[in-house]
């Protein structure tokens, strides 16, 4: 693999009315596992199902009702640990936090507190070319996800619908390590991007499948670094934790709207409270959620319905040996492998399967030409109509055969466009498509001097001035590509226009 | 330790169990008798002894990744006080 080293992204700075201020953000993400049944029950957590059709009786919190592991969610977890370079713990336990809201029927969450599956990790966030934030990951746990409340079907009642009670969820918390909006929107970026590599999470944003709880504190430029140097918290200011939030777009406004707040209670005098805030997006502020004070108090206690999640060092290895290659390898391999840049690299492989298609157009091919064709024309035009690369029209055979065309001189660059444009509206084989419609280049070298004899006969006056000025040739050339129908070799045109006109 | 009636309201209050005042001190009084009790258990030194899980040696049961369940939405509204178009109504909860 190639060795990618990296600079830190300075941090972002705020400038209050008395000095700059630094933003220290850590993050709890809230990740939907994908699974077909819920953690703890054989209910099916499909997305968009008619209410409460998706409820076992566990999920209902009827008396008598045990909770049993769904296993596959347990390997997920293990999945997405070992993709955030993570410690694995062999030995972890269930507790329950305790509280009552009406779309939590048992009146607690089943979750991890003290014993988590997945211990301290790492995520490597690129904020440009050889730039990249490292962010520590403290903890993954398994919980289970309440039901959804609906306020406004009705002007005196919320309504309420348990599909989603019981969906596993994995909480993967950050340490304070993120340090501005745009960071902290990466971060989300690359967490996705990771699972849906591994295929743990589906990262549905609108659909709620992931969603982040902000912390964010300000401090003074250089405590940041004290803190770093010690793991001591009194060097950063206190943090407010605003929840729930699944819109990058919001996450990032939030950040930058609770800093502000902080900064002027901050320089005006006074404390910031720890707390927990709610960003309102229309009014572009945040605010106190004092009815969660109370209810903060979560009493968490082991859950005796669940023994230990005892796992085996075996199971977590062959879960090893199978996990797919990672963003951050396939990138380096690209890079190292088909020659291409950082930048055509990234985008190349924000999504797996993006980057698929691409290693099959660019196999047995010039890797540059291919990275190309399938960013510029490819990805420019399933943009243009809203599609997914697992939309195209254009499969990576048809695509290849393009550029081999082009490489074997065939066609021409420009008259590739046009094939591209045939073969993804029309479909078919490239070559024959190429054959049937007479696309082929002219490399005949007789047919080309014949058509620049004719324009040079026709053009007189043009010969002359070319003559004196020898930058005119161009436009010969460009005659003679209207007279061929663009077909002609470039190059030979070019250099056939100049002989004949002794330049 | 000891609960006071503020903490045995606090902790009433966080169970959602309705208590009236004057029940306070007794309620109290018993949480005291079972914390005293509770106390008792650590003099016992466990230094270095795993916590026991189960009286059985016994294994987390597991399931596998199958839908085996739902599919009866009006079973689980049937003891709801209020349900509406597959919903369960409760009065309004938003901030």
């Given amino acids: 693999?190639?060795?990618?080293?990296?600079?830190?992204?300075?941090?972002?700075?705020?400038?209050?009315?008395?000095?700059?201020?630094?933003?220290?953000?850590?993050?709890?993400?809230?990740?939907?596992?994908?699974?077909?049944?819920?953690?703890?029950?054989?209910?099916?957590?499909?997305?968009?199902?008619?209410?409460?059709?998706?409820?076992?009786?566990?999920d209902a919190a009827m008396p008598g009702m045990l909770p049993v592991i769904n296993e596959f969610c347990v390997e997920q977890a293990v999945r997405t640990g070992l993709g955030l370079k993570a410690q694995i713990n062999l030995v972890s336990a269930f507790d329950r936090k305790n509280y009552f809201y009406p779309d939590l029927p048992q009146g607690y969450q089943i979750s991890q507190l003290y014993?988590?599956?997945?211990?301290?990790?790492?995520?490597?966030?690129?904020?440009?070319?050889?730039?990249?934030?490292?962010?520590?990951?403290?903890?993954?746990?398994?919980?289970?996800?309440?039901?959804?409340?609906?306020?406004?079907?009705?002007?005196?009642?919320?309504?309420?619908?348990?599909?989603?009670?019981?969906?596993?969820?994995?909480?993967?918390?950050?340490?304070?390590?993120?340090?501005?909006?745009?960071?902290?929107?990466?971060?989300?970026?690359?967490?996705?991007?990771?699972?849906?590599?591994?295929?743990?999470c589906d990262g549905n944003m609108q659909n709620g499948n992931m969603r982040a709880d902000v912390n964010v504190s300000i401090c003074r430029p250089g405590d940041y670094e004290k803190y770093q140097e010690t793991q001591d918290f009194s060097h950063l200011g206190t943090r407010c934790e605003i929840k729930n939030m699944n819109s990058m777009r919001f996450i990032q406004q939030a950040i930058e709207v609770e800093a502000r707040r902080q900064i002027a209670i901050v320089e005006a005098g006074g404390e910031v409270v720890q707390e927990t805030r709610l960003y309102d997006p229309d009014k572009g502020e945040t605010r106190s959620m004092r009815s969660k004070e109370e209810a903060h108090d979560y009493r968490y206690f082991p859950d005796p319905d669940l023994l230990p999640?005892?796992?085996?060092?075996?199971?977590?290895?062959?879960?090893?040996?199978?996990?797919?290659?990672l963003p951050d390898e396939k990138k380096a391999?690209?890079?190292?492998?088909?020659?291409?840049?950082?930048?055509?690299?990234?985008?190349?492989?924000?999504?797996?399967?993006?980057?698929?298609y691409f290693e099959n157009v660019a196999a047995g091919r010039d890797g540059k030409m291919a990275a190309n064709w399938v960013i510029n024309e490819l990805f420019g035009r399933l943009k243009k109509e809203d599609h997914d690369i697992t939309e195209s029209p254009v499969s990576p055979a048809q695509l290849g055969g393009i550029i081999d065309l082009i490489a074997?001189?065939?066609?021409?660059?420009?008259?590739?466009?046009?094939?591209?444009?045939?073969?993804?509206?029309?479909?078919?084989?490239?070559?024959?498509?190429?054959?049937?419609?007479?696309?082929?280049?002219?490399?005949?070298?007789?047919?080309?001097?014949?058509?620049?004899?004719?324009?040079?006969?026709?053009?007189?006056?043009?010969?002359?001035?070319?003559?004196?000025?020898?930058?005119?040739?161009?436009?010969?050339?460009?005659?003679?590509?209207?007279?061929?129908?663009?077909?002609?070799?470039?190059?030979?045109?070019?250099?056939?226009?100049?002989a004949k006109l002794g330049l | 330790m000891s609960i006071d009636q503020n903490t045995a309201a606090k902790v009433a209050k966080l169970a959602r169990i309705k208590v009236e005042e004057d029940a306070l001190p007794a309620?109290?009084?018993?949480?005291?008798?079972?914390?005293?009790?509770?106390?008792?258990?650590?003099?016992?030194?466990?230094?270095?002894v795993e916590p026991m899980v189960s009286v059985t040696p016994m294994r987390l049961k597991r399931r596998?990744?199958?839908?085996?369940?739902?599919?009866?939405?009006?079973?689980?509204?049937?003891?709801?006080?209020?349900?509406?178009?597959?919903?369960?109504?409760?009065?309004?909860?938003?901030?």
């Fill in chain 2, 27 to 48: 309620l109290a009084q018993e949480f005291n008798t079972i914390l005293g009790f509770i106390e008792q258990l650590g003099e016992v030194d466990v230094e270095g």
């Fill in chain 1, 408 to 498: 074997k001189g065939d066609i021409s660059g420009k008259i590739a466009k046009d094939l591209f444009e045939i073969v993804y509206t029309e479909g078919g084989d490239p070559a024959e498509i190429v054959e049937e419609k007479g696309m082929k280049q002219v490399t005949d070298t007789g047919a080309i001097e014949a058509a620049v004899d004719q324009v040079i006969a026709d053009n007189p006056a043009q010969v002359e001035k070319a003559k004196q000025n020898p930058k005119l040739a161009g436009w010969f050339v460009g005659q003679v590509m209207k007279a061929t129908g663009g077909k002609a070799n470039p190059k030979a045109v070019n250099e056939i226009v100049a």
């Fill in chain 1, 333 to 356: 391999r690209f890079i190292k492998d088909f020659g291409l840049t950082d930048y055509d690299a990234s985008v190349l492989t924000a999504e797996v399967e993006a980057a698929a």
């Fill in chain 2, 64 to 95: 596998e990744d199958v839908v085996t369940d739902g599919d009866q939405q009006e079973k689980i509204l049937s003891n709801a006080p209020d349900a509406r178009e597959g919903f369960f109504a409760v009065p309004k909860v938003v901030e």
């Fill in chain 1, 1 to 58: 693999m190639l060795d990618l080293t990296y600079d830190a992204p300075k941090p972002k700075t705020i400038a209050g009315a008395k000095h700059d201020w630094e933003l220290v953000i850590g993050m709890e993400v809230h990740a939907q596992v994908s699974s077909k049944a819920k953690l703890f029950s054989g209910a099916s957590t499909q997305f968009g199902a008619e209410p409460n059709s998706n409820v076992a009786f566990v």
């Fill in chain 1, 309 to 325: 999640l005892e796992i085996e060092q075996a199971w977590v290895d062959e879960i090893a040996a199978n996990l797919p290659e």
């Fill in chain 1, 115 to 200: 014993h988590p599956i997945v211990g301290e990790g790492e995520v490597l966030v690129e904020m440009g070319e050889g730039v990249a934030r490292r962010v520590r990951i403290e903890r993954i746990h398994i919980e289970q996800d309440a039901g959804k409340s609906i306020h406004d079907m009705d002007p005196n009642m919320s309504f309420v619908d348990l599909n989603r009670t019981g969906v596993a969820l994995m909480e993967i918390v950050s340490r304070p390590d993120i340090r501005g909006p745009e960071e902290a929107a990466a971060y989300l970026t690359k967490l996705r991007q990771i699972m849906l590599y591994l295929g743990t």
